[in-house]
């Protein structure tokens, strides 16, 4: 936001939509932080993927770390504590690090912050390493005075190794485009549950640690499986966007194939918001060769957490960097966010 | 078939119904032997027509033109330069969400929020009244914008009773009178017009049939499923082919010929039209909605002095003056003509009105991509 000074000059300010995961965070974060990194033997802060990756012998360390902030911070199907935990295990998890070593947890409160609500986070964040088979390993708390923080933001961050190592630029023209199951179902849960809304229905967070999930895709698909990422802020229109710039390549998105909950999009429909531009915490979009594709289908629908797996898109030579979204009725490009749709939903 | 299989089966949005409709569609612009151009004036349809892709299923020879369909778009620099005055004097201005980047002359509600004003995104009118009743030492302005059916709902809200600290600050515009405007400019072609099955809802079918008759132009109702879109048009085209200047009702399961009684009832006894400027169109006869005389006490125009050369009402903006939304408005430019289009006007700066509001034809070309031709694509 631009807005007069004193002295006439315009002051630049930060904005929501610089946190949306949309362009405009891109540019902030190159703009600002890209000078923070450097040359190293692997992936580095230049290459903006889901974490970082050094070499060590023969295998990669990955780490990762994320900071969560979320209105309300209990929601329909999880909380923050289990946002957390899943957040970083599945940005691991997306760069083909789906064994974590340990992950480190920093807790900021603010000053009044109910002591039983802070146990039921830690409950949730215990419950969601179960699930991911992993521990935090070190952490650290601070408070906060009144009013200088919104209830509670937690920043954890993961490390671990793996032999083979999955990026974001990998798609070739014929490469297929997967999700792992319905998209939106985080963004509009969290969306409707914000006290103005008062939308009621039975929306539920998809938030969960995705890491048994990716390796049974990668046991089954082995090194056809050339891009991953979490569809996170910007949802899945944002990580096809980062898969078509990254590879140069279009991607033809097939929306019927797209699987949408009921729910999920009746509120979408009521709130005039795209499933396609909201949140997930619990899905992963994968680039496959056209060959491994139907395996890889095969071994996500036949985990728990990938029964609506579906392939919805294919890579082509054409229109390099967009993302054609085919309705069904007729063709549109299918457009980044630029802003947050509604304020902090993760 | 399990429950979202369902939700996609809707019968307005099936694929092979759309087909037969584009075809038929197409057959009827070929009889007609030339290109034919209608006009919609509601951006919710614009909106239909970019989110589903339908500009890909009509056939090339039909020009489906974005009218000022889009309320926040049309509302003037001076009407937000107003509530952008009425912030800055103290009051708690609530408003729906688009209307906050609608550019004033030197700032928009969003700047003022910013700055600490108390500005609030509201969803609902019945929602502003609520936070004047929960600030009754506060002064709370309702910054109404939209066409007749929002209108309907803030003069309900005014006939149910509102809190003495709360008032209405109209930016309320009436469809109707827009039609007329665009009719009657000198280098207009457009032969039809699909008309706004939501404002028709409340003000029924046989308002347009006047119009239809003075200009000579056929008038066909539509909804806002892709299938009312393809359907209306089939109809219009068909119309405009046997120079049939009709109105035919294409939304029947919401639109009657008299429209909702109680709800008109409501609009008058709160509100009366009178002239007044759009932006970007010019002076529209009978085109805004304001409070009748009775509600002085009720409206922020009457109640307070509102100072607009404060906040630079008289300001010159450069950018504006480049920017063609007035002419995309009247449909003699598509958004790509325009110099800032993507460059200094975007969604998040948006320089003119018609990149603000999700239903501005710039926007939903931005977000839409426009309307390239993509039926080739991955072929």
């Known amino acids: ?29 190159e703009e600002l932080f890209l000078p923070l990194g450097g040359p190293v033997d692997g992936v580095g802060l230049a290459a903006m993927d889901d974490g970082a990756a050094l070499r060590v012998g023969d295998r990669w360390l ?20 289990r946002l957390s935990i899943s957040g970083t295990v599945n940005d691991l998890a997306m ?9 480190t947890c920093a807790v900021i409160v603010e000053e009044g912050f109910p002591r039983a609500d802070l146990a039921r986070i830690r409950d949730s964040m215990a419950a969601a390493c179960a699930e991911a088979g992993v521990t935090v390993v070190t952490g650290d708390t601070k408070v906060m005075g009144k009013g200088e923080l919104d209830g509670i933001a937690l920043n954890t961050a993961g490390f671990g190794f ?42 539920s967070s998809d938030v969960a640690p995705l890491n048994g999930l990716v390796r049974a895709a990668l046991d089954a698909g082995g090194d056809a499986v050339v891009a991953m990422k979490d569809p996170t802020r910007g949802g899945l229109a944002s990580v096809l966007h ?57 071994a996500l629908r036949g985990h728990p957490l990938g029964r609506r797996a579906a392939v919805v898109g294919t890579a082509v030579a054409e229109r390099p960097g967009d993302v054609i979204l085919d309705t069904g009725l007729g063709r549109r490009l299918l457009a980044e966010v630029e802003g947050e749709p509604l304020p902090r939903i993760c | 078939m399990d429950a979202a299989d369902q939700a996609r089966e809707l019968k307005f949005r099936d694929p092979a119904r759309a087909r037969a409709l584009a075809e038929a569609l197409a057959r009827e612009v070929a009889a007609a032997g030339r290109p034919v151009e209608v006009m919609h004036v509601c951006g919710t349809h614009e909106q239909a027509i970019a989110r589903f892709g339908l500009r890909a299923a009509f056939p090339r020879d039909l020009h489906v033109i974005m009218g000022p369909g889009c309320p926040v778009c049309v509302t003037d620099t001076p009407e937000v330069d107003e509530a952008v005055a009425l912030a800055a004097a103290g009051a708690r201005v609530c ?3 688009d ?20 500005v609030e995104v509201v969803y609902s009118v019945t929602q502003a009244v609520e936070i004047a009743r929960a600030r009754p030492a506060e002064d709370v302005v309702f910054f109404a914008s939209g066409f007749e059916t929002t209108a309907v709902a803030t003069a309900a809200a005014i006939l149910g009773g509102v809190p003495p600290n709360f008032s209405v600050l109209s930016a309320h515009k009436y469809v109707p009178a827009a039609m007329e405007v665009v009719a009657r400019l000198e280098d207009t072609k457009i032969e039809g017009y699909l008309a706004a099955g939501h404002a028709a809802t409340i003000t029924g079918w046989e308002i347009f049939v006047p119009f239809a008759r003075a200009t000579g132009s056929p008038v066909v109702v539509a909804g806002f499923e892709p299938l009312d879109v393809l359907a209306a048009l089939l109809e219009l085209v068909r119309l405009v082919r046997e120079e049939r200047p009709e109105v035919v009702n294409c939304y029947p399961r919401c639109v009657t010929r008299e429209g909702n009684r109680p709800a008109l009832e409501k609009l008058w006894k709160v509100f009366r039209v009178v002239d007044g400027d759009w932006r970007g169109i010019a002076r529209v006869p009978s085109g805004n909605l304001e409070l009748r005389p009775e509600w002085a006490a009720v409206d922020a125009r009457r109640r307070f002095r509102i100072d607009t ?18 002419l995309i408005m009247q449909a003699r430019k598509d958004p790509s003509d325009c110099e800032l289009f993507g460059k200094e006007c975007r969604p998040e700066a948006p320089v003119g009105a018609c990149m603000v509001s999700s239903e501005g034809a710039c926007r939903i070309w931005h977000a839409y991509g426009g309307a390239p031709d993509l039926r080739g694509v991955g072929a």
């Not at chain 2, 550019?103 to 700047?111: E, H």
């Not at chain 2, 050369?309 to 007035?326: F, I, P, Q, S, Y």
């Open chain 2, 309 to 326: 050369a404060l906040v630079g009402g008289t300001a010159k903006n450069e950018l504006a003056d480049r920017c063609l939304c007035g």
């Open chain 1, 1 to 29: 936001m631009t807005s007069g000074s004193p002295g006439g000059a315009a002051v630049e300010r930060i904005g929501l939509k610089h946190g949306a995961g949309g362009r405009a965070m891109r540019r902030l974060i």
């Open chain 1, 62 to 81: 990955v780490v990762t770390t994320d900071s969560h902030v979320v209105q309300p911070p209990f929601f329909p199907g999880g909380d923050i504590g």
């Open chain 1, 162 to 203: 793996t032999r083979r190592l999955v990026r974001d630029d990998g798609l070739r023209p014929g490469d297929r485009i997967l999700v792992t199951g319905t998209v939106g179902d985080h963004g509009l849960a969290v969306l409707t549950r914000r006290r103005d809304l008062r939308i009621e229905g039975a929306l």
């Open chain 2, 95 to 97: 408003t729906y969400g």
């Open chain 1, 242 to 298: 980062e898969f078509a710039e990254k590879a140069k390549v279009g991607v033809l998105l097939d929306g019927p194939s797209v699987p949408v909950n009921a729910e999920t999009a009746a509120a979408a429909e009521i709130l005039g918001i795209d499933p396609l531009v909201v949140a997930n915490e619990g899905k992963a979009v994968l680039g496959v060769r056209p060959e491994a594709a139907d395996r890889v289908l095969a």
């Open chain 1, 95 to 103: 760069m083909g690090c789906t064994e974590p070593l340990g992950l």
């Open chain 2, 99 to 118: 209307m906050l980047r609608l550019p004033g002359a030197s700032r928009s509600l969003g700047d003022v929020q910013g700055e600490g004003g108390k």
